[in-house]
Each structure stands twice: as C-alpha cells, then as structure tokens.
C-alpha cells in the first residue's frame, strides 16, 4: 500500500495540489494541505483500502483538515477564520465538480506563468509547483543553486497573494497573449522530461507525459496553430522516447535508432496536428518544429531523408528565431543533404563566435563530421571537448564510447 | 482591493512637447478619470509638479532634515498617481494600460497593504 500512495504522489499530488489551492485559496495553505491529505491516506488506506476515487478523497482529506486546523488557529488568525467558515459553508453546498477540477492544472499554470512574475520565477513556480520538479532539479535545469531557486519560489508565492493575482484562466481577450509564455513553459518542461538536463537518467517519462497532457488540456481550451505545434512537436518528439536508449541506459541516435519501434499513433496524431497548424498560415516556430519531426518521423531511414525539405524548413525557422542552436542544427541538415564539407564549414563559421562555444552539441556534431571525412584528430579534440562540457550521464557515456571508437 | 498605479515619464519628453500637444496629453487624461469615476474604479489620483518642486524629508536620530529634489536620480520621474479600487491585480493592470502616459513612460502598480496594530505585512522579516 506505502509503494501505491507512493506511486500516487508522483502522478497525482499537482492536480491534487492545484485544486487545493483554488479551494485555499492561498499556495503555502494548500501544500500543507496536500501534505495533510497523504499522511491521512498513510494512516487509514492500509486499513480500508484504496478509496474508489483516491483524488477526489485525497482533495477532500486536505480540505477538512485545514478546516480543522484554520478553525483551532482562527483565533489568532482572523483571516484564517474567515477562510475556515467560508470552506466548511462550500463543502457542505456541494462537491467540486469534475470539469472545474480539469481546470485547475490549467489555472495553476496561468497563475504561475503571470506576466507579473518574472520569467525566472515563472519557470521555477510552474516546474515546483505545476510539475513538482525538486528546487534541486529545477536549480541544475537553470545552473543557479538551490538557495536561490527555492528564494525565487517564495518571492513569487509572496507576490501572488501579497498583490492579489488571481487564479483563474485568463478571459479569451487576454488569451493569446498570456499564452506564449505558458507554452514556453510547458516546452521546457517537455525538454526536462525528454532528456534531462543532468544526471543519470535520460528520460522521465512522467514529465513528458505531464507536458503532453497539458498539451491538450490547453488545445482543448485555445486551438491556436502555435498549441497544436506545440503538441505535435512533444508528440513526435516522444513517438521516439522507447528507441533513443538501450536496454542499459545508453544513447542511441537518430541514424541508429529502430524505426518500426516507434509509435504510429503518436506520429499519425501529430502529423494530423502539424498539418492542421501549417494550414492556418498564422504559425509559429514551435509548429516550424514539429514540422522537421514530421519529415523525420516519416523518412525509413536517415539516408531515405527528406533533408532538402528539412533545410528549407529550419530556413523558416531560423526566419522567424534566430537562435544559434537552430542555425547548428541546420548546419547538421546541410551535411545531410550536401555532404560533412558542408556542414563543418557551417559549424566552424558558427563556433567563431561566444554563443556555442560552451554548447556540447556543437562540439559533438563539428567532432561527428570530423570523423565522417576521416580527419580522425580533429574528431578526438572534438569528441573530449563535448565531453568536457557534457552533464548528463548518457551523453557523457555515448560521448567516451565515440572516443573509444576512435582510439582516443 | 485597492491598488495605486504610480504615473512615471521623463520629464524631459514632456518638457519637449508644444504647449497644444501638452493640453491634449492632459485633456486625455481627463477623459481616463471620467471614464474610471463612472465604472467605479477611481478613488483618488492626482498629477504632481515637476520634481524640480520636489523637497525631500528625513528624519535622522530625532533631528529633521530636508533635500531639493526626489531622493534618486532616475531616468523616469513620478508624474501623478491614481488609487484604483480593483478586484485583482489582473483588472489593475488592464485599467493601468488605458493610463495616457502609459505610452510615454511607466505606470507602476502597487498593491495597497492596511494599516495595522500588530501583524503588519512587508516588513518585519527577521525572525
């Protein structure tokens, strides 16, 4: 029973949590209140068993209990009081509603991605509070320290109830523009379950998964061109998760990668969703993405690739974004396309300035072309650079065996 | 919930206006008081004197001190203020947009906290 409460608490706590804190109405009451909620469920479920709807049971356990508590400290606390009466008035006029309930991930995530906040807060508040990402996980995702990361996370909680933000979705008038920032969020949250920024484990599925629910929660809500890219993206991007690493752990990349092993429906929902965001011709760089997934998630294999039609759409991209990561990774479809010359040409143009200096990608694909025009210690310097610069664990690996390979 | 939304601009983009441009910016102005009063939002704002008729206050160890001028020199100066009753901070920051000088400068929201005899919020940190 402790491993399912367990299991629970990784896949339901947030939306516990988010439904928590609209009946709270504050944040710091309603993760109490969670916390509440499953040592009740320690106490009682070994006894009785798992409730039918252990969410719903979890939410109303939280809820008492803080009646209780906000009433035996309501002394002190008028406001507490206040809060205490009011719950125990709506508790008693009916249970909270399915569809509400739905939304309160949604309303976590557009009160912790409030453009009152600053962007720095609104990540670490929507990966702490919405995905429940540890301040260490989200310190290292942001390479800052945990003190000043769970330091933001108060400022931020403080500045919600201290100037009143509400919890609510936005009316559709202010929609698309508080929308852009929620999607950013969400893509880095997909990005920190698709491969983790540092440390052994490669993928988290949950946190992808979380990502992707969200996803729909919000094509649901607003089906603008940009959510349904989004969407699709994660959906492409995760139709691969069971192919990009060995049974030990390894990486495993793209050109090596057993395509019948990965998942049709996945790649049907987001082609279907890619198209239906390029038919709009009102979008963006995310559906730009899913875009070159889209081509990737069809080809049979690397060299049966549709790379012409890859380097014209990270041209797009690059158009409307013009990020050096995107322009490294075009420099890879130009090799594709046009040969390893191409490409290192590119990346070296590219690695003449700071921006991808310190970027271990940049390094393994200059080094990966090096080795492909057989220019062997070029590829070795390369391959340890990347390896210098490398955090996580599986690409350290996948890194060290590419030098092995090459006797370096 | 009250919120006062702090008016700042640069002096200077004003100072550089035509006395005709200056009277429109202030007739707008009037109209956003208007149009505040009758949906129930406004509860008091005024425009202030350059901050060239600024004199700042201090009181150190019992013994009153006064400057010329604001305590900071910064590029935007505070130009007025209105105290807005709204329902969240959401609704104060749609009825500051529609603030004139918004355009020109910048409008700082501020929630208003209460007075109190114990239990005051924004200060006493030190435990």
Same mark, same amino acid.
């Given at each position: 029973?402790?491993?399912?409460?367990?299991?629970?608490? +990784?896949?339901?706590?947030?939306?516990?949590?988010?439904?928590?804190?609209?009946?709270?109405?504050?944040?710091?009451?309603?993760?109490?209140? &969670?916390?509440?909620?499953?040592?009740?469920?320690?106490?009682?479920?070994?006894? +009785?068993?798992?409730?039918?709807?252990? *969410?719903?049971?979890?939410?109303?356990?939280?809820?008492?209990?803080?009646?209780?508590?906000?009433?035996?400290?309501? !002394?002190?606390?008028?406001?507490?009081?206040?809060?205490?009466?009011?719950?125990?008035?709506?508790?008693?006029?009916?249970?909270?509603?399915?569809?509400?309930?739905?939304?309160?991930?949604?309303?976590?995530?557009?009160?912790?991605?409030?453009?009152?906040?600053?962007?720095? %807060?609104?990540?670490?508040?929507?990966?702490?509070?919405?995905?429940?990402?540890?301040?260490?996980?989200? %310190?290292?995702?942001?390479?800052?320290?945990?003190?000043?990361?769970?330091? !933001?996370?108060?400022?931020?909680?403080?500045?919600?109830?201290?100037?009143?933000? $509400?919890?609510?979705?936005?009316?559709?008038?202010?929609?698309?523009?508080?929308?852009?920032?929620?999607?950013?969020?969400?893509?880095?949250?997909?990005?920190?379950?698709?491969?983790?920024?540092?440390?052994?484990?490669?993928?988290?599925?949950?946190?992808?998964?979380?990502?992707? *629910?969200?996803?729909?929660?919000?094509?649901?809500?607003?089906?603008? $061109?940009?959510?349904?890219?989004?969407?699709?993206?994660?959906?492409?991007?995760?139709?691969?998760?069971?192919?990009?690493?060995?049974?030990?752990?390894?990486?495993?990349?793209?050109?090596? +990668?057993?395509?019948?092993?990965?998942?049709?429906?996945?790649?049907?929902?987001?082609?279907?969703?890619?198209?239906?965001?390029?038919?709009?011709? *009102?979008?963006?760089?995310?559906? &730009?993405?899913?875009?070159?997934?889209?081509?990737?998630?069809? %080809? $049979?294999?690397?060299?049966?690739?549709?790379?012409?039609?890859?380097?014209? &759409?990270?041209?797009?991209?690059?158009?409307?974004? !013009?990020? $050096?990561?995107?322009?490294?990774?075009?420099?890879?479809?130009?090799?594709?396309?046009?040969?390893?010359?191409?490409?290192?040409?590119?990346?070296?143009?590219?690695?003449?300035?700071?921006?991808?200096?310190?970027?271990?990608?940049?390094?393994? %694909?200059?080094?990966?072309?090096? !080795?492909?025009?057989?220019?062997?210690?070029?590829?070795?310097?390369?391959?340890?650079?990347?390896?210098?610069?490398?955090?996580?664990?599986?690409?350290?690996?996948?890194?060290?065996?590419?030098?092995?390979?090459?006797?370096? | 919930?009250?919120?006062?939304?702090?008016?700042?601009?640069?002096?200077? /983009?004003?100072?550089?206006?035509?006395?005709?441009?200056?009277?429109?910016?202030?007739?707008?102005? /009037?109209?956003?008081?208007?149009?505040?009063?009758?949906?129930?939002?406004?509860?008091?704002?005024?425009?202030?004197?350059?901050?060239?008729?600024?004199?700042?206050?201090?009181?150190?160890?019992?013994?009153?001190?006064?400057?010329?001028?604001?305590?900071?020199?910064?590029?935007?100066?505070?130009?007025?203020?209105?105290?807005?009753?709204?329902?969240?901070?959401?609704?104060? /920051?749609?009825?500051?947009?529609?603030?004139?000088?918004?355009?020109?400068?910048? /409008?700082?929201?501020?929630?208003?906290?209460?007075?109190?005899?114990?239990?005051?919020?924004?200060?006493?940190?030190?435990?």
């Amino acid at each position: 029973m402790q491993n399912a409460i367990n299991q629970l608490y +990784q896949t339901e706590s947030r939306r516990v949590l988010a439904t928590l804190i609209r009946l709270l109405g504050d944040f710091d009451l309603a993760e109490e209140a &969670l916390h509440e909620a499953f040592s009740a469920a320690l106490q009682q479920w070994p006894a +009785q068993g798992m409730p039918a709807n252990p *969410r719903a049971w979890l939410v109303s356990a939280g809820r008492f209990r803080m009646i209780d508590q906000l009433r035996r400290h309501g !002394r002190h606390h008028e406001s507490y009081d206040e809060i205490a009466e009011q719950l125990a008035t709506e508790l008693e006029a009916d249970a909270p509603e399915d569809h509400a309930v739905e939304d309160d991930q949604l309303r976590l995530i557009f009160t912790c991605c409030h453009p009152a906040l600053s962007q720095e %807060a609104q990540l670490a508040l929507t990966l702490r509070e919405v995905c429940g990402l540890t301040t260490e996980e989200i %310190a290292r995702a942001f390479l800052t320290t945990a003190p000043t990361l769970a330091q !933001r996370i108060v400022r931020a909680k403080a500045k919600i109830r201290d100037a009143n933000i $509400p919890y609510e979705v936005p009316e559709k008038s202010e929609l698309p523009a508080r929308l852009e920032v929620v999607l950013q969020v969400i893509y880095l949250l997909f990005n920190e379950g698709y491969a983790a920024s540092a440390g052994e484990e490669m993928i988290r599925h949950d946190l992808a998964a979380e990502a992707i *629910r969200l996803g729909r929660l919000l094509c649901q809500l607003l089906p603008e $061109p940009e959510v349904q890219g989004l969407l699709a993206l994660m959906l492409l991007q995760d139709s691969r998760r069971d192919t990009r690493t060995g049974a030990d752990g390894e990486l495993i990349l793209l050109e090596d +990668q057993d395509r019948s092993r990965w998942d049709q429906q996945s790649i049907q929902e987001g082609i279907q969703r890619v198209m239906l965001a390029l038919g709009s011709q *009102r979008f963006g760089s995310y559906t &730009l993405q899913a875009a070159i997934a889209a081509v990737h998630a069809e %080809a $049979p294999s690397i060299t049966d690739t549709d790379w012409a039609q890859i380097v014209g &759409l990270y041209d797009a991209l690059f158009s409307i974004n !013009r990020s $050096p990561v995107v322009a490294l990774n075009r420099a890879v479809a130009v090799a594709m396309r046009d040969g390893p010359e191409a490409g290192l040409a590119l990346i070296d143009h590219l690695l003449t300035k700071p921006a991808l200096r310190d970027y271990h990608l940049a390094h393994a %694909a200059r080094a990966d072309m090096c !080795r492909r025009l057989n220019r062997k210690t070029d590829a070795i310097a390369g391959y340890r650079q990347a390896l210098e610069l490398a955090r996580q664990g599986a690409e350290r690996r996948f890194l060290a065996r590419r030098l092995a390979e090459l006797g370096g | 919930m009250k919120y006062l939304a702090l008016v700042y601009y640069n002096e200077a /983009i004003m100072n550089a206006m035509s006395q005709q441009e200056w009277d429109a910016l202030n007739q707008e102005c /009037i109209g956003c008081v208007e149009n505040l009063q009758r949906s129930g939002h406004f509860v008091d704002g005024h425009p202030l004197q350059q901050t060239d008729t600024a004199t700042t206050v201090r009181v150190r160890n019992g013994k009153l001190t006064t400057t010329d001028g604001p305590f900071a020199e910064t590029r935007e100066q505070l130009a007025g203020f209105y105290m807005l009753e709204a329902r969240d901070l959401n609704e104060a /920051i749609q009825l500051a947009g529609k603030i004139p000088p918004a355009r020109y400068g910048s /409008i700082e929201v501020r929630p208003v906290r209460e007075l109190k005899a114990e239990g005051n919020l924004a200060g006493g940190k030190s435990t």
